[in-house]
């Protein structure tokens, strides 16, 4: 199958990318994967969850939530959230004309993807011209332990038989507060530490879901993470380190490095050291334009791509002019 344009990922700027170039009338395919989720999807899905459990809240509710309230449950109610923003988007993309494959995708070469698609089990081949790589961040922990109390990564929530009592939450933007207000709900007691510039709907929601909110740990009631006196009691939950969702595609097919933080080297057309190749959205990391907004990024992408293809009515136009320059003229026309 060939396509003008292939997106691989669900970051927000992947999403803004497929719909500048279905506006464009580029044959343009979406590659949603079905495990490897951006921190800004993930968010997305988070929201709506706590959303949905935050609507018609009542004491008995609060009582039934702590009384049922598993590791298992939670991932089981994060899963379904998933599943339906996945089946909302992609019903979206259908509706403005982007095909829509779901699956884990890697690198066969500079213009090739092989694509593995779960519900059939199957493999198919991807064609492109160009190919974006909006695949987005994960949250991991610190790589080292703070003081006396090490960090546990944001899977670990979802571990074991039975919810810990007291959590803090350190950062993670609407992940980590999505993952705070989630926990909330279920009877946990939750602390998040956010940064002081974020107002973010989800760090509503979390405050609304009983969530004590800080900027320090100092604010949230604790001691000094890795103090003496911290409470050995109380996970602690790192979100704050960020890496870019980029080991899984198979880089190496198309010479393509990522930096340590697994982010994507890219100019300021957001191309990679691969021709056709770009970056977008949170998983690019060397460059002077990684601030742009999604849209300007996006932006930037397809005018360097509109560079290199021609638009198809222009190009029709110039066949026919060429078909008839070949032809031959009346005579009519050439007695005049």
């Not at 959303?51 to 991932?75: A, E, I």
């Not at 705070?180 to 760090?203: C, K, P, Q, W, Y």
């Not at 959205?281 to 907004?293: I, M, N, Q, Y």
């Amino acid at each position: 199958m060939s396509y003008d344009i292939a997106v691989i990922g669900n970051d927000e700027a992947a999403f803004e990318m497929l719909h500048l170039a279905a506006a464009s009338k580029r044959k343009t395919l979406a590659i949603l994967p079905e495990t490897n989720h951006s921190a800004w999807f993930l968010g997305h899905a988070l929201q709506r969850l706590v959303t949905n459990l935050l609507v018609d809240q009542t004491p008995q509710r609060k009582q039934m939530f702590k009384k049922t309230g598993t590791p298992r449950l939670l991932q089981s109610l994060l899963s379904r959230a998933i599943v339906k923003e996945i089946a909302d988007q992609t019903q979206l993309l259908e509706s403005v004309g982007v095909d829509v494959m779901l699956g884990e995708t890697r690198f066969l070469g500079q213009r090739d993807l092989a694509v593995s698609l779960g519900v059939t089990c199957s493999r198919e081949i991807i064609q492109a011209r160009h190919i974006v790589i909006g695949t987005g961040i994960r949250r991991t922990a610190m790589h080292r332990p703070l003081g006396l109390m090490p960090f546990h990564r944001p899977e670990s929530l979802f571990a074991g038989q039975r919810l810990p009592e007291t959590v803090c939450v350190a950062g993670g933007g609407e992940f980590g507060a999505g993952l705070s207000a989630l926990m909330s709900l279920f009877g946990v007691e939750v602390r998040h530490i956010a940064r002081e510039d974020n107002t973010s709907t989800m760090l509503e929601l979390a405050l609304t879901s009983g969530v004590i909110i800080g900027y320090t740990p100092t604010d949230v009631g604790l001691p000094h993470i890795g103090s003496p006196d911290s409470d050995q009691r109380t996970i602690v939950v790192d979100c704050r380190r960020s890496a870019g969702f980029t080991d899984h595609l198979s880089l190496d097919a198309i010479n393509v490095e990522a930096d340590e933080n697994g982010k994507l080297w890219c100019g300021s057309g957001f191309e990679t050291w691969c021709g056709g190749v770009f970056g977008i959205g949170e998983v690019v990391g060397f460059s002077s334009d990684t601030a742009l907004k999604p849209t300007l990024q996006a932006e930037r992408i397809m005018s360097r791509i509109t560079d290199i293809i021609p638009r198809p009515h222009l190009l029709d136009a110039f066949i026919r002019h060429a078909k008839a320059a070949k032809a031959p003229r009346s005579r009519l026309a050439v007695g005049t």
